[in-house]
């Protein structure tokens, strides 16, 4: 059964790393201060970019089309510098959505989500503990992989179902998304390159581990890390061939998962449907089985309709709560998911 | 959830600046802290931010009507035979694919969905794929499939007319029936040893695969 042992995957501690136990301090105070000092930081840039915020919403956002790229970037470096790079990213996120039709609608929601984190960090110790980690994820405060991984891991059989590479700023990351045979949890794995650098290769879509999973902090965390992976033969069924989510189930565990994490950006689903053809730049929708669509988000969604040829299959993608991203079909006829880079690349 | 005209209301307000035009009035009360105090750029943004939760939370799903499924098509070419055909594809030549094509139909197999739009990308662009060849190999659901892409119209129309021509417009069964198709097709040994002759590097393979 045991194929290949990969000791070294996914966030395991480095072998220079101090020997220190977990969560051990060298020196408790100087770790307290230099906490307190970050917060301070984070606290003093997340009150500029309020007032950032509100001057938008005062000048109108037509000013920001305008304004554009450089204008954003000013305020994520700005943010970068106060050690909060999770609003930067989103910040600089931002750009991108200034084009096509709709776009204020999008820019304000943006602006209003991140509107949103700064005044949830303002309260935050009003919060429940989760939700606090949450915050704190969402603005980027550090996380020790060496104190997720001495977490209690969630164990079972992980079967890796679909994978998408994304670019930004030079950085190129992975998610690897994983469904747990038994718990029927959904795990994410998220690895990263710097310029030059390669993506990690060791779970693939497809491939199969016996693993505990010890996952970050924070209310409707996916994002995991795997501790001493065991890989194993894929299973013939693939999670959700059997029991495809409609799009209106999809909906609904969306909803909870942003009541516990408002800035959730995507969620795993498998959803049993069927590509419909639309023309020209229309988007293509996707028809589940009740007879409900949501629109596809796919560069080339044509491989996907050869799958299907007009029939529902058990298609696995993300959802962000009005399209879906397919990233690969759990199909019967093969062991291993369909999963092509024309799914799988997207900024 | 927040009516799409006060939504849009709300947008256009955004988009001007709130110095310039007010936060739409008759909005729900519980939408927005109220107070006389509030500074409206705060208002628009809590508005938003609300808005947003709700509309990805519960957006209202637009209904479709079940898309028309092509017919369903016969055996599939083993795992090891659309191995090679995505090698061949990787650095396609007509020749190569053709003999490979010629293989699969001469089996009475069909080429894989996964390799449908490759296959059909590189013939829209040339002639030098065989028509029929890729007919038989995609089989009635892999035409349909070709069908359904208004960039591939001339192709569509060239594999029905090919089927046409080669008066194989039957759906093929798989075996020895199909086989017999591809004979009338001038499949035959002598020239799948002619096509795989000129495939190269894959030509042993082809050879092990097919015969």
Sequence with gaps: ??????????????????????????????????????????SAGLEELERWLLDQMRGGLAALEHAGYPHVDRVAARMVDAQAPGVASMLRAIPAELAGSGWPERVLEHLAAIYLLVQAHKRLAELPPDLQATVRSRIGYPIVKAD???????????????????????????????????TGRWALWLNFAPPGGYLDTTVMPGDA??????????????????????????????????????????????????AADPWAARMPAV??????????????????????????LSGDPWPLLAHSGGEP??????????????????????????????????? | MIALSDWSDLVTTALLGTNRRQVPTGLPTDWARTSDALDSA?????????????????????????PVAGPSGGELAPASAQELLSRMLDRPRPATVNAWLAGCVGRGWLVAPGHWTPLAELAARTVAYDRTLLALALGPRGQWFVKQNPDWGRLAAQLEAAVAESDLSKPAEPGPSMASAAERSAVDTQHLVDLFGHAGPFAAELEAIFS
């Design chain 1, 148 to 182: 997720v991984l001495n977490a209690p891991g969630v164990p079972d059989r992980w079967l890796a179902v679909g994978m998408i590479d994304t670019v930004e700023f030079r950085l190129e990351s992975r998610r690897v998304w994983l469904h747990g045979l038994t």
């Design chain 1, 313 to 347: 299959i058990p298609i696995f993608g993300e959802w962000d709560g009005r399209t879906f991203r397919p990233l690969s079909v759990l199909s019967g006829d093969h062991r291993k998911p369909f999963t092509t880079a024309g799914y799988g690349r997207a900024a």
């Design chain 2, 42 to 66: 705060i208002e628009v943004l809590e508005l938003a931010a609300r808005h947003r939760a709700w509309s990805r939370a519960g957006s209202r799903l637009a209904s479709a009507d079940p």
């Design chain 1, 271 to 296: 959803i049993e449907s069927a590509p419909i053809v639309r023309s020209g730049a229309e988007r293509w929708l996707l028809r589940d089985r009740a007879g409900a669509a949501c629109e596809l």
């Design chain 1, 209 to 258: 581990l016996d693993a505990k999973l010890h996952f970050y902090p924070g209310s409707g965390q996916h994002r995991a890390l795997i501790g001493r992976p065991i890989m194993v033969e894929a299973p013939a069924d693939q999670p959700g061939a059997a029991t495809g989510e409609t799009i209106a189930d999809v909906q609904r565990r969306f909803a909870e998962l942003l």
């Design chain 1, 1 to 42: 059964m045991v194929e290949r042992d990969h000791r070294a995957a996914a966030g395991r501690p480095s072998r220079r790393a101090p020997a220190r136990r977990p969560r051990e301090l060298a020196d408790p105070a100087a770790a307290a201060k230099r906490a307190a000092e970050r917060a301070d930081r984070v």
